[in-house]
């Protein structure tokens, strides 16, 4: 079956420091992938998604790669704020789940960024 | 900018009692889903419901779970006899349309059931 794995947390950087989040995958055939945000008392929103291979989702200064060669959409960002500190989760959906479309996500990572 | 509203943001129970966690997901979405997230683990799907009827479940999603959308706004999650494991965060979340495979799921703020 489908099932998303992500780097444990939490993830502690000062403020301007570099992100790296690691999430790698397994799925048959050709998932979409995505990054969701938590952020302390809200509920879950899409940071960016990416549907086929090769494809960079953006957002917010958050980057990622659809990697099919190495299942992976490891999240980046180039320089993370004190308002970035959240729970970040990686998340998937077939194509083929036509009727379910549902999302198997990651457990979740922590990120804390101090001033 | 509408959003996905859920209530209560916490419940606490006794073990073997009926809750219905409730959901109002935003107003011109066709697909329904719930999840939920136990304390440290992954979040999980629990079920989705489409067309009035539930169009996919997991193997969580047992005899003991039912939804309903009893006035076409609200989406309930019943759970009749709680148990110790059901204590969790429970997420809704709804979808304009199936169309695409990606188009973006809405998600709710949550309810943390917590049974005792």
């Known amino acids: 079956g489908n099932s998303v794995t992500q780097m444990e947390g939490p993830v502690t950087l000062s403020e301007e420091a570099f992100l790296t989040i690691n999430c790698t995958y397994t799925a048959t055939g050709y998932p979409s992938l995505f990054w969701y945000v938590q952020y302390p008392g809200e509920g879950l929103q899409l940071l960016l998604k990416?549907?086929?291979?090769?494809d960079k989702g953006s957002n917010k200064g958050f980057e990622a790669t659809y990697r099919k060669e190495t299942t992976s959409f490891h999240l980046e960002k180039g320089s993370v704020q004190v308002s970035d500190s959240a729970v970040y989760f990686c998340?998937?959906?077939?194509?083929?789940?036509?009727?379910?479309?549902?999302?198997?996500f990651g457990s979740g990572t922590r990120l804390q960024v101090q001033p | 900018e509408p959003e996905v509203t859920q209530t209560p943001s916490h419940q606490v129970t006794q073990m073997g009692q009926e809750v219905i966690l409730r959901c109002v997901p935003i107003s011109n979405h066709l697909y329904f889903y719930w999840y939920r997230q136990i304390l440290g683990q992954k979040v999980e799907f629990l079920v989705s419901f489409y067309n009035n009827e539930i169009s996919e479940k997991s193997e969580i999603f047992d005899d003991q779970f039912s939804v309903e959308r009893p006035d076409g706004s609200n989406f309930t999650l019943k759970i009749r006899s709680t148990k110790l494991e059901d204590s969790a965060m429970y997420f809704c979340?709804?979808?304009?349309?199936?169309?695409?495979?990606?188009?973006?799921?809405?998600f709710g703020p949550g309810t943390r059931l917590t049974v005792l």
């Open positions: 990416a549907t086929k291979a090769d």
């Open positions: 998340a998937l959906t077939k194509a083929e789940d036509t009727g379910r479309r549902a999302l198997t």
């Open positions: 979340a709804s979808k304009r349309t199936g169309a695409k495979h990606y188009n973006e799921q809405f």
